[in-house]
């Protein structure tokens, strides 16, 4: 099975961690972001893992091609221009493609989720991509319908919505965990180059295409995105060991 691991973007949010160093190499309870993703995948089953660089490319890239993680590791370096999610995943097509799906995990999340399950729910259905998501607090939250495929997107802050399908009713919120499967043929769908969210991918599928919803609202899912998340972060991690 293969995965992505987005570990390109800049960290702003985490500075003065992220000043010398990538955000996927920040280390919470003395392990690095990207050893803490790589560790989950490679026990959920997946044992084709791509990593995007940008933000001090050389110095991932020298970790990663370091060390042994007991799975096949490729690089997909954005060094000249950081593509953002959607861009990031296109450009690492070449690597992703096949004849099954591919699961994406941001590098700065942390959880109990797991990943098979999530994996093999997508495979069973008929959706193009299946999204990690919960009922937890968050500015931004994708709207669903009643049978989870997903139906717009919403800014809590600015009230700002996005609606494809004005047909589409009875819609709740979810937060996005940071975690998705997505089938090859996206690639196929759009095309959209350069820097771009896959958000904006999904919502403009969304009305012709089924974009599900796997609700995580019972997990713990912590976004080790600024500094005082790592305290909360390696409590979660202390909890894991304790159990």
């Known amino acids: 099975m293969k995965a ?14 992220t000043d010398d160093r990538p955000k996927a190499l920040v280390e919470v309870g003395g392990i690095t972001l990207l050893e803490h993703t ?4 490679v026990e959920s089953g997946f044992d084709e893992i791509v990593v995007n660089t940008h933000h001090f490319s ?4 020298s970790f990663i091609q370091s060390r042994d993680f007991g799975t096949t590791i490729y690089i997909s370096d954005e ?14 097509a070449k690597l992703l493609d096949g004849d099954a799906p591919f699961l994406v995990h941001n590098v700065d999340i942390l959880t109990d989720i797991d990943l098979h399950s ?25 709207l669903f319908d009643n049978e989870m495929k997903l139906s717009g997107w919403k800014n809590k802050l600015t009230n ?31 095309k959209a180059v350069g820097a771009f969210s896959i958000i ?9 295409y089924i974009i599900s919803g796997y609700d995580v609202s019972s997990n713990f ?9 790592i305290p909360v972060a390696e409590e979660f991690l202390k909890g894991k060991v304790r159990s």
């Open 4 to 17: 992505m691991i987005l570990a390109a973007g800049l960290g702003t949010r985490l500075k003065p961690f």
């Open 38 to 41: 790589i560790k989950k995948l």
């Open 58 to 61: 050389p110095m991932l890239i």
């Open 79 to 92: 060094s000249d221009r950081l593509l953002d999610t959607g861009g990031g995943i296109f450009h690492a």
């Open 118 to 142: 999530i994996y093999q729910s997508h495979s069973k259905s008929c959706a193009i991509a299946t999204l990690a998501v919960g009922k937890r607090e968050s500015s931004r939250v994708f």
């Open 160 to 190: 700002k919505q996005i609606i494809p399908d004005s047909s589409r009713e009875s819609l709740t919120e979810y937060a996005f965990a940071g975690i998705h499967v997505i089938n090859p043929e996206i690639f196929n769908l759009t």
């Open 200 to 208: 904006d991918i999904y919502l403009n599928l969304c009305v012709k």
């Open 221 to 229: 899912v912590v976004d080790v995105g600024k500094p005082d998340s």
